[in-house]
């Protein structure tokens, strides 16, 4: 295989690129059996390039049984049949790069398919086999070993240990299908490194580590003692979560990053108690970027969105890393509907999140203001969550549905064969194609952002911000260049007094006799 290169030069692109995550089942179909796919991806990268992206994230598209959709990999190396093949995604990449966009792919090192190979030989070598240490097989507890090895709970609920016929136990912190692998083999960690490579020779211009913090258990896997792990997850230290043995892992696939020209990244999906364990993370020798769970999680309010803003600079400032901002992804309530306050309130987030210093991440259909899809009924539902007890809400499925690119109804323009999830009846106003060209539209809103991020000197890269003077309930701050961002997270209207002409707002508003009225859930960039 001919290695692909980048189209532009290396020159820390990541520190304040924005970068589109695309859920590939959902995103395009493009050969019309519901499924979105690779190449359905490929013919809509010109939409990404216009819409005024830097890179694309792509979800797991890897040979997998989708017990957990893509997030239960059969092979690191090959694409499932359902999204295309190896010549497929080798288009992508090349494709991407020469519209200048980067390609980041998503790695789930934690844990594997059932049916991995060597996940199904240890299951046929039995008890004391070599394949076996490459996971977490235990005896069980009990006269019997009829219980399972420790207390640790599945995150999609019940036990975190499946018995097998033989009468060994099996971890998985996911679902059953998903066991987990054993960090401290040396084969697991020589075979990661060799996949890393296996991308970065395709041209991968990064990866998001999945689980980045669950690579490592504590010696001996001890009991956690009580029953409430998924109330405490990214609350405190787990015995199976951000472990500081990870990070000599994070250091040997740096050392791989760095033999690559061209500025390759990683991305760490960290669950950690704070921000400054998350800075851990991104030491310089260990990995580029992670994602600000802690922002994500703050709700609508001037003081907790500035106290998340200045604790999230403050974190990374040590490290040299630069601070991600995110809204939505493919496990959370899309941030129109989860905020509350409708559209208005995520319009007005969104040019809040890309006035902030750093790096900023969308995901699919965010631009078109798709609300969560709450009405999806139980029989199409895919979420493995969903299906378990005691496990997450599992109803994530409500943010990926299929988009909806044009015509007056479903599938509207996904694809020819229908979507794997039902779309609303009232998405016809949301598509691509009617948004397009409608100064008050979502996506032309999106559109006009990102063209002033990429263009004026006081947006994208920094380390700091600084705060302004504003009323109870009103976000003010100003970037060194001469961009101020006021944000009114209240329902009532605000008299203010204009710092300058108005570049850009989430909402119409009208200056008066020097002073301005900023209606309730609305941002403005004025330029000073």
Not at 162 to 168: A, N
Request: with cysteine.
């Amino acid at each position: 295989m001919t290695p692909q290169h980048d189209v532009t030069p290396a020159t820390d692109w990541w520190r304040d690129a924005v970068i589109y995550q695309v859920y590939p089942r959902s995103f395009a179909d493009g050969n019309g059996d519901g499924m979105g796919d690779l190449a359905g991806i490929r013919s809509r990268l010109p939409y990404l390039r216009d819409l005024g992206v830097d890179a694309v994230w792509l979800s797991p598209f890897y040979a997998s049984p989708q017990a957990d959709a893509g997030y239960d990999v059969a092979d690191y190396r090959a694409i499932d049949p359902m999204f295309g093949t190896l010549p497929d995604a080798e288009a992508v990449i090349r494709d991407a790069h020469g519209l200048g966009l980067r390609i980041i792919v998503d790695l789930v090192p934690n844990h594997c398919s059932d049916q991995h190979a060597w996940f199904r030989r240890a299951l046929a070598e039995g008890p004391g086999s070599t394949l076996r240490e490459r996971f977490h097989f235990r005896k069980g507890r009990g006269e019997n070993g009829e219980q399972p090895p420790n207390d640790w709970e599945s995150l999609f609920g019940g036990p975190a240990w499946t018995r097998v016929p033989d009468g060994e136990w099996y971890l998985h912190l996911f679902a059953p299908e998903q066991p987990d692998f054993n960090w401290d083999h040396p084969a697991v960690r020589d075979e990661f490194r060799s996949v890393l490579r296996f991308w970065l020779d395709l041209g991968v211009d990064g990866f998001r580590v999945d689980v980045a913090h669950g690579l490592v258990k504590a010696p001996g896997l001890p009991d956690m003692g009580h029953g409430e792990q998924l109330r405490l997850l990214g609350n405190q230290v787990l015995p199976f979560f951000d472990q500081d043995g990870v990070h000599d892992i994070y250091r040997s696939w740096r050392t791989v990053l760095d033999e690559y020209a061209g500025d390759r990244i990683a991305v760490a999906e960290a669950w950690t108690p704070t921000v400054e364990r998350t800075a851990r993370y991104l030491r310089p020798d260990e990995l580029h970027q992670a994602f600000n769970f802690h922002y994500l999680n703050t709700g609508w309010d001037a003081a907790a969105l500035r106290e998340a803003i200045d604790t999230s600079l403050d974190a990374m400032r040590p490290v040299s890393a630069p601070t991600t901002w995110v809204l939505s992804n493919h496990d959370v309530v899309r941030h129109t509907t989860r905020l509350g306050g409708g559209l208005d309130r995520a319009r007005a987030a969104t040019l809040l999140m890309l006035a902030l210093p750093g790096s900023a991440y969308l995901y699919q259909g965010e631009e078109l203001g798709l609300v969560e899809v709450t009405d999806l009924p139980d029989e199409v539902r895919q979420d493995p969550s969903f299906f378990r007890d005691a496990g997450q809400e599992g109803l994530r499925d409500g943010c990926r549905v299929p988009l909806p690119w044009s015509g007056d109804a479903a599938p509207y323009g996904f694809g020819t064969g229908g979507s794997w999830l039902p779309q609303p009846a009232d998405w016809a106003a949301l598509t691509v194609e009617a948004q397009t060209g409608d100064p008050d539209s979502t996506l032309e809103l999106y559109r006009t952002a990102l063209s002033l991020r990429r263009t004026h000197p006081a947006l994208g890269a920094g380390a700091s911000v600084e705060w302004l003077d504003a009323p109870a309930g009103v976000v003010a701050f100003r970037r060194p260049g001469g961009l101020v961002c006021t944000v009114n997270t209240t329902a009532a209207p605000v008299r203010l007094a204009a710092p300058g002409r108005v570049l850009l707002s989430s909402r119409r508003v009208e200056p008066f006799d020097g002073d301005f009225a900023l209606p309730g859930d609305t941002a403005v960039w004025f330029e000073e």
